[in-house]
């Protein structure tokens, strides 16, 4: 199967060119095919937020090469790396980030407002569709606020996929959750994994949910130790 995604040595520094800069990670190695449901573990401060914005497109690397859906993304200018990150990947955070007074759909809707610039029918059916999927339809109309801490999440994994995105990056998406909210979030995620296809890279702390991926990829102080991509 073609790889989604290749890091060549990716290393990131924070403040550079201040006495305080600092090497975050350090020559990051990882090639994922599509289709992988992968873990990323490690110690707080480890550098895996840092590694997942890098991957989602929202911040750049200090050097090395990043390929996704097989573009090189170094060349592109922040308006292609806007439009690439918008259609080829799907943010899952700890805390859902919805839009509290906006209803189920709505939030749902938003990503693909963003990308085609005003509502469709065919989005609010998308919407519809996906919320079905995750179990939300009778809610679609309430506001978020009006929902629970794993519906909440649910929603915002209906939302990630609105773009139908070769890459679902979730940091943590089930950190906030009890247990049986986050047994619920990470099974769907496997679901969708298994019936779509996309590829998943779940930053997680839960070595249950971790044992039930593909694979666990450890970073440890801003490396991938040898023997684990
Ligand atoms: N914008 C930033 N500026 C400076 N340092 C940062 C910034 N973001 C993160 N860091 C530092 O980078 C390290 C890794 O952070 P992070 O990627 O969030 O780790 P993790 O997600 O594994 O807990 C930490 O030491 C953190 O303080
Ligand atoms: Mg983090």
Redesign the pocket.
Known sequence: MADVLILDKIRKS??VGLPNE?E?LHGIDLTVAAGEFLAIM??????????LNIIGLLDRPTSGRLTIAGEDTSGLDDEAITRLRGRTIGFVFQYHHLISAFTARENVMMPMLVDHGRPTPEMASRADELLARVGLERWRDNPASAMSGGQQQRVAIARALAMRPDLVLA?EPTGNLDTASANEAFQLLRRINREEGATFLI?THNLDLAHQCDRIIR?VD?RIPTGDA
């Open positions: 924070y403040n600092t975050i490690g110690p707080s401060g480890s550098g895996k937020s840092t590694l940091d930053v970073i801003g």
